[in-house]
């Protein structure tokens, strides 16, 4: 089986969120069963800069309203093999992979991924200018989502396409007259296809026409098929819930291991979490927190979005803070979010403290320094954080909804003692529903057996990516047509 993983973005290389994540560790776990599975990803500025002995392996000329490019070869992380698409006009440039360094989406989004697209659906027809082709194309999101649209109107198409979807909030709407410099055919736009009131939706075209779709967790996959979490796209799913499965995320077990963590100053283990206090004291001093070893310590690393419930928590902040408690914020966000979680800082000084960007290393101590992780997502598709900090033996407190009902055992007598209690969950999002769950979790901090059978509880599960790569070759098994 031959598999080519197509992604705006991989961590280490690129990443932005989740999606940076999966791509730099489900390939690997599927090469570990022995799938063929190879990267592609757009070739921007730091992608070049870390790959710099990428060999050329083929050019792919100009069509459409699309440029010239390359496709070059190199080894991605982990080793997996990994094709990046060169085409500097497009992708050679300081900023973001979608946004430039002041934030707004680039003019060009439309071209840059659509050509993504069309690369990731040329490598899957008997036309490809590679020796090496796949027997599924698995996209991504909205910026690979027209590969399939691709595939479904080529004469050579070989491959069968796969559509993983990472977040419907985004969609790639982009204007209707994009049809002719996309080299996307006439016939596509209709309401059967990728037309979408008026304009073309990139990812609704992959809904219409993938062989499978799949999302990142088995509660995400049933909101999709209606209101208010389909955006739009719910009649659509609906009509192909055959085709949709729902596959919880796993965590890069290697990379968020509090044993081995060379980000945090005392690493730990279940047997030995009273080292995490040397973890807290760090994280304190790092953001300036008052040194208070007996007061909880709840952390958020997050886009600073409304999907997160960033509001939530700057609203249930001055209760969360009388519990007593600390709060340590970090994230980037939109300006006005960003201002009000620096705000929020600066009226609790010692108490609540804020970091405002993205930082790799911090992510690691906040999961190791805290006592309790908040994640009030409104809606999460599947969520990485609640899983490190259950690994991390720091307790989640989450919204019950998509992937943190799939990853998180709400504290209550019975799963205390069944011992499956990881977490706290709350109902609505709300901030009173927030700071209930909050002032649950600050009691149970306080009962020490009880903590710590959480914390060892939620250290004990398995969020490796081996169950995941096990369900996505079984759909790739189910949908490739092989000669
Ligand atoms: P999403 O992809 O919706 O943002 P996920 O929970 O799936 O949410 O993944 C987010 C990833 O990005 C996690 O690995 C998280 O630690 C990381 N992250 C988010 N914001 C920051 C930040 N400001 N600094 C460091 N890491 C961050
Ligand atoms: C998205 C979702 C998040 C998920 C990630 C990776 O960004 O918001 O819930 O974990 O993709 O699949």
Redesign the pocket.
């Known amino acids: 089986m031959r598999v080519l993983f197509a992604t705006s973005e991989a961590t280490p290389l690129v990443?932005?969120?989740?999606?940076?994540?999966?791509a730099g560790a489900l390939p690997a776990a599927l090469r570990a069963r022995g799938i063929d599975v190879r990267l592609l990803l757009p070739r921007y500025r730091q992608v070049g800069a870390a790959l710099d002995r990428a060999r050329e392996r083929a050019s792919v000329p100009a069509l459409a309203g699309f440029p010239a490019a390359r496709i070059l070869e190199a080894k991605g992380p982990r080793g997996v093999p990994c094709y990046l698409l060169d085409c500097p006009v497009l992708f050679d440039r300081d900023g973001g992979p979608y946004q430039d360094a002041a934030g707004a989406d680039w003019h060009d989004n439309a071209v840059r991924f659509g050509l993504l697209s069309r690369v990731a659906a040329l490598l899957g027809c008997a036309g490809s200018p590679l020796d090496w082709r796949p027997d599924v194309v698995h996209c991504n999101d909205w910026q690979t989502a027209l590969a399939p649209a691709y595939l479904r109107f080529a004469a050579d198409a070989r491959a069968a396409s796969v559509i993983t979807i990472?977040?419907l909030a985004f969609q790639g709407i982009v204007p209707a007259g994009l049809i002719g410099p996309l080299g996307l055919p006439a016939e596509s736009f209709t309401i059967a296809g990728l037309e979408y009131h008026g304009s073309i939706s990139f990812l609704k075209a992959a809904l219409a026409y993938a062989d499978a779709i799949t999302t990142v967790s088995p509660t995400y996959a049933r909101e999709i098929q209606s209101e208010p979490l389909g955006f739009g796209l719910q009649g659509v799913l609906a009509a192909r819930s055959d085709a949709l499965t729902g596959i919880l995320?796993g965590i890069d077990t290697d990379v968020w291991d509090p044993e081995r963590d060379a980000s945090i100053p005392a690493a730990y283990g279940p047997d030995t979490l009273e080292r995490k206090a040397a973890n807290k004291r760090a994280l304190q001093e790092r953001l300036g927190l008052a040194i208070e070893p007996a007061v909880p310590l709840a952390g958020m690393?997050?886009?600073f979005t409304d999907?997160?419930g960033i509001d939530l928590v700057i609203e249930a902040a001055r209760w969360i803070l009388r519990l007593p408690a600390q709060l340590a914020l970090?994230?980037?966000g939109a300006r006005e979010q960003e201002d009000a979680v620096r705000a929020l800082a600066r009226h609790h000084p010692g108490r609540a403290a804020a970091?405002i960007?993205?930082?790799?290393p911090?992510?690691h101590l906040v999961e190791a320094g805290a006592d309790l992780f908040l994640?009030p997502s409104r809606f999460?598709?599947?969520?990485?954080?609640?899983m490190?900090s259950q690994r991390y033996g720091t307790p989640p407190v989450v919204h019950a909804t998509g992937g943190l009902v799939d990853s998180v055992v709400d504290c209550a007598p019975e799963t205390l003692a069944d011992g499956t209690a990881t977490g706290f969950k709350f109902a609505a999002p709300t901030a009173i529903a927030l700071l209930d769950a909050v002032d649950r979790a600050v009691g149970a901090y306080r009962a020490p057996a009880t903590w710590r059978a959480l914390q060892r509880n939620g250290m004990a599960r398995d969020f490796s990516w081996g169950p995941a790569a096990v369900r996505y070759a079984a759909v790739y098994e189910r949908v490739a047509r092989r000669p």
Do not use: I
């Open positions: 990443k932005t969120g989740g999606l940076g994540d999966v990472h977040n995320n690393v997050s886009r999907q997160k970090v994230g980037t970091f960007g993205f930082d790799e911090l992510a994640m999460e598709p599947s969520g990485l954080n609640q490190y």
